[in-house]
C-alpha cells in the first residue's frame, strides 16, 4: 500500500505554524514531529473551514476559535479516545507556547489552559481470574525456585513487589503462640505493617532464607539477594513472571501488582472487615482499599442471600447507645466515606458503562471532599 502526502494547506498562518513547529523539533524524533505536525495541521484545517477570518495569529482567540476547535474534536465519529484528544490538545499547546515566544504574542501561551485537558482513566490492574491464580500458584509449587517462592510470598501476603525485595532476613515474627506474622519495612506510603500469615507463608519465608544461604554475597540483612542493586532484581523478578505465564499459555501482560489485588479480594470474601483490610494493605486512605476490591456476581449473589435470610445481618444493631457516634467534623467525615463506600459498593456490578462512569466521577470528587475536610480538621 502506497502511502500518499496530503496537499499542503493554503492559509495565511500555514508558513507561522510550520515554523514554529520546526524550531519545537529540532531534536525530536521523526515521529513526534509528525505528531505535531498532523496536529498543526488539524487545528488549521478546522479553522480554515469554520473560521476563515482569521488570517493572523492576532486574530486568534479562545473563544470561539480553540474552545469550538475542541469541541469539534469531542463530536468526531467513531469519538476520540481520551488519551489522543489530550495528545492533541497537549501538542497544541506546546505550539503556542512557542508561537507566543517566536512571534511576540504572550497570550497565545494561554489558549490552552491546564483545566482544559481530561485526566487519563486511572485502572490499576485487576485482581487474576481464578483459574490464572490457581494456575500460577500450582506452577510456583511445581518450580519451587527462589522466584516463585517470592511470588507465593506476595500473593500470600498482598505485600508490593518492592516492599517484597526489601524484606530483612528476620521479617518472620512470633506474635504469640503458634501466631506469626511478617514485618512490611517502610513502603511506597512511608508506613509498615504486620500482616498475619499462616504455616505456609512460614515455609516460603524459610525457603527463602536457605536460598539466601547459599548465595555467595555475603549477608547484608535482607532475605533477597540484591547482586546488581534493587531495580536489577525488580527486573529480574517481572521477567520471572513473564517467562512463567508464557510458559502456562497465559497472558503475558499479568504483572506482580495484580496478586495483591487478589489477596485483598480473597480477604474480602473470607470475611475480612474493611478497616482491617486496609492496615493488611497498608492503606491510609479507604478509596485506596476500594479500589483493589473486585465484587463478583457470586459475591453478590451470597450477599443478597444472607440478607435474605437475616435481614439484620448488614445493620447490625448498635452495641453502644447514639452517643458514641462522632460530632462535627469528625462525623461528617465519616458520614462522607461511608456514602463513598456505599457508591462504590453500589457501582462496581452495574452493566451499563455511562452510569459507571458518573458514579465513578462523584466517588472521585468525595474523595477530594473528604481529604479536604480532614485538612480543616488538622487546621
Known amino acids: 500500500m502506497i502511502r500518499t502526502r496530503r496537499p499542503p494547506l493554503q492559509l ?25 505536525r498532523g496536529t498543526a495541521r488539524n487545528f488549521l484545517a478546522y479553522l480554515s473551514t ?15 476559535h480553540i474552545l469550538g476547535w475542541m469541541s469539534h474534536l469531542r463530536a468526531q465519529a467513531p469519538p476520540l479516545v481520551t488519551a489522543s484528544y489530550i495528545n492533541l490538545l497537549l501538542a497544541l499547546r506546546r ?17 490552552i ?15 487474576l481470574t481464578a483459574e490464572q491464580d490457581q494456575l500460577l500458584q500450582q506452577e510456583f509449587l511445581r518450580r519451587n525456585d527462589l522466584g516463585a517462592n517470592a511470588f507465593l510470598l506476595i500473593r500470600h501476603t498482598g505485600m508490593r513487589i518492592g516492599e517484597c525485595v526489601d524484606l530483612s532476613f528476620d521479617c518472620l515474627r512470633s506474635t504469640g503462640p503458634d501466631q506469626w506474622a511478617v ?23 524459610h525457603r527463602l532464607r536457605f536460598f539466601r544461604s547459599l548465595d555467595p554475597l555475603p549477608a547484608d540483612g535482607r532475605l533477597l539477594a540484591r547482586k546488581h542493586g534493587k531495580e536489577a532484581i525488580l527486573h529480574q523478578l517481572r521477567d520471572y513472571l ?8 497465559l497472558s503475558t501482560r499479568i504483572v506482580p501488582h495484580q496478586f495483591r489485588h487478589t489477596y485483598a479480594s480473597e480477604m474480602l470474601r473470607a470475611g475480612v472487615g474493611f478497616p482491617a483490610l486496609m492496615k493488611l494493605l497498608g492503606h491510609t486512605d479507604p478509596g485506596m482499599t476500594l479500589c483493589y476490591l473486585e465484587v463478583a456476581a457470586a459475591d453478590l449473589h451470597r450477599e443478597y442471600q444472607l440478607a435474605r435470610a437475616k435481614p ?15 460530632t462535627g467534623l469528625d462525623g461528617v467525615i465519616d458520614s462522607l466515606i461511608a456514602a463513598q463506600h456505599r457508591v462504590e459498593m453500589f457501582r462496581r456490578p452495574l452493566q451499563n ?6 458514579l465513578d466521577r462523584l466517588s472521585n470528587r468525595l474523595t477530594k471532599i473528604i481529604a479536604e475536610a480532614r485538612k480543616l480538621a488538622k487546621s
Request: hydrophobic share 35%; aromatic share 4%.
Open 183 to 205: 514485618h512490611i519495612p517502610l513502603g511506597k506510603l512511608k508506613t509498615e505493617r504486620m500482616v498475619p500469615v499462616d504455616s505456609l507463608v512460614c515455609d516460603l519465608v
Open 113 to 127: 489552559r491546564t483545566q482544559d485537558i481530561p485526566r487519563l482513566p486511572h485502572r490499576l490492574p485487576r485482581p
Open 353 to 358: 458503562a455511562d452510569v459507571r462512569n458518573c
Open 242 to 249: 513473564h517467562q512463567v505465564c508464557y510458559s502456562l499459555g
Open 50 to 64: 469554520t473560521y476563515p477570518a482569521v488570517t493572523s495569529l492576532g486574530l486568534l482567540r479562545r473563544d470561539p
Open 12 to 36: 495565511s498562518l500555514t508558513p507561522v505554524f510550520d515554523r514554529a513547529v520546526d524550531s519545537l523539533c529540532a531534536a525530536l524524533h521523526p515521529d513526534t514531529t509528525r505528531h505535531y
Open 312 to 326: 439484620r445481618h448488614l445493620v447490625p444493631q448498635p452495641k453502644t447507645s447514639l452517643a458514641s457516634v462522632r
Open 95 to 111: 505550539i503556542f507556547a512557542e508561537l507566543a515566544w517566536m512571534e511576540q504574542h504572550p497570550e497565545l501561551a494561554h489558549l
